[in-house]
């Protein structure tokens, strides 16, 4: 029995999966649902607007109607029961709770015409919206969990995610040079800086860091062919030089968070994946440095050629920006802070800050702040200690699994996956400590997808390929 037989017959037994000789139809089709969500919420200004989630609504059910039509016509429903989905659904229970009318104003009876009660949310509708939004993510997860589950699949899966982030730097790099009214000349931004196909540039930045992970993991494990790694090699440059030129200091921390992220697997991994005729693990060690070191170059060149001298000075704090709203993050902090020690069990409710900070608030409430610029915080002041609890989980369990992955598998390629999987996850995992990037809707589908990346267990290609002969 080699290590790989060994890896799948160690698996949990929630989550094995048995995997057909031949994909289904059925099975085809949540695939293609699962790549194309990220594709399409990218392509319509990172799926922030209500009308996207219309079509996203409905690749959700015709994801659920095809994962039902697969269980049907095959061998019973297929599922990889993984414990990450535990934390997402905690999160669903812990919307529905605050839904739940508990709070009276304490009036007489009298005087009311109707039974006083008040849900724990302050704003339900945000947080019936919010709701629905978690269980097309649970779904999501679930189906990318479950049917990215050969080693063909997650190569593909691998190569979109690239293509994807390239493609999108390169037009924002063109936008960002001919400075357009609007995205696609269409859709303007009053009151936000846009970057490509985003609302917001901070969020492009974070994609990027996404998509980059997954780059960056395959150039520094060497596990593809050099005419392959000089495109993916592009590619990672095009990414790095349009999430400088967003001029992003969230960004930057956690470009530089994702490199020692990478060289630090790449030292515990490079020994058990030394390959003879590549050369000695130091070597290897010093070859990705090296290269990190002339990535670097390259990108600060090509940013300066471009007249990005400005964002590149911005996004390394050299020199201040002008005072706007988001350079106002400590006082939302704070404010993220007293909401949540006075409401501190189960939050004000999801997608309520904005409504609650006015009444936390110390200013003289210019401001209408939607958000907490600190994902962590926001999720204690809308959720509380449940809801951060949830969260701390899933990244416990998300790193835990991945490393359990790169420490068990031979096979390079699945390596360095799973590293640039972890490796964006944690870039855009220290992004959401300055700004609240996983709030944008293509970030928390990729981020996911990145999550399932980094986990599955998937059937290699040659086992696969001896089944059906």
Avoid at 81 to 106: D, K, T
Avoid at 272 to 296: E, Q, R
Avoid at 342 to 369: E, L, M, Q, S
């Amino acid at each position: 029995m080699n290590s790989d037989e060994a890896q799948v017959q160690n698996t949990s037994r929630f989550e094995k999966i048995e995997i057909g000789e031949n994909p289904s139809r059925a099975s085809s089709v949540v695939f293609f649902v699962v790549c194309l969500v990220p594709v399409l919420s990218t392509v319509l200004y990172g799926g922030v607007d209500s009308g996207t989630w219309v079509a996203i609504s409905v690749l959700t059910g015709v994801l659920a109607l095809a994962w039902l039509t697969d269980a049907w016509f095959g061998n019973g429903f297929l599922v990889n029961r993984s414990l990450l989905l535990l934390p997402l659904g905690a999160m669903i229970v812990i919307g529905v709770i605050q839904l739940i009318p508990v709070f009276s104003s304490g009036l007489p009876p009298e005087l009311l015409a109707v039974q006083d009660t008040q849900p724990l949310s302050m704003d339900p509708y945000s947080t019936r919206f919010f709701i629905i939004r978690l269980v097309a993510y649970f779904l999501f997860f679930a189906a990318a969990l479950t049917f990215v589950n050969t080693e063909r699949r997650l190569k593909r899966l691998t190569m979109l995610v690239i293509v994807l982030g390239s493609l999108t730097a390169f037009f924002g790099i063109l936008q960002w040079l001919a400075k357009p009214a609007a995205i696609y000349g269409l859709r303007e931004t009053p009151g936000a800086v846009s970057f490509g196909p985003f609302v917001n540039q901070h969020h492009f930045a974070a994609f990027i860091e996404l998509c980059g992970g997954l780059a960056f993991g395959l150039l520094a494990g060497g596990a593809v062919k050099r005419d392959k790694m000089l495109v993916i090699g592009i590619g990672a440059l095009m990414m790095v030089s349009a999430a400088l030129l967003t001029g992003s200091r969230g960004g930057f921390l956690s470009f530089a968070g994702m490199a020692a992220f990478i060289l630090v697997a790449r030292l515990k991994t490079g020994t058990k994946n030394h390959d003879a005729t590549v050369g000695s693990p130091p070597m290897k060690t010093l070859s990705v440095v090296m290269a990190i070191v002339v990535g670097i170059i390259c990108v600060i060149g090509i940013v300066m050629f471009v007249g990005g001298d400005t964002a590149l000075i911005r996004g390394s704090g050299i020199k201040q920006a002008a005072t706007d709203v988001s350079n106002g993050r400590t006082h939302f902090w704070m404010t993220a802070i007293r909401i949540f020690l006075d409401r501190p069990i189960f939050g004000v409710g999801y997608d309520a800050f904005g409504v609650a900070f006015p009444k936390y608030d110390t200013w003289n409430g210019v401001f209408r702040i939607e958000q907490a610029h600190n994902d962590y915080l926001q999720t204690l002041a809308d959720a509380g200690i449940a809801g951060f609890l949830c969260v701390l989980g899933f990244i416990y369990l998300l790193f835990k699994k991945g490393f359990a992955v790169i420490g068990s598998t031979t096979d390079p390629f699945r390596s360095s996956i799973a590293v640039g999987a972890l490796a964006g996850c944690c870039g855009i995992l220290i992004h959401s400590f300055f700004d609240f990037p996983l709030r944008t809707p293509v970030n928390a589908f990729l981020f996911l997808l990145m999550a399932a990346a980094a986990t599955v267990v998937v059937k290699p290609a040659d086992k696969v390929a001896r089944k059906r002969r």
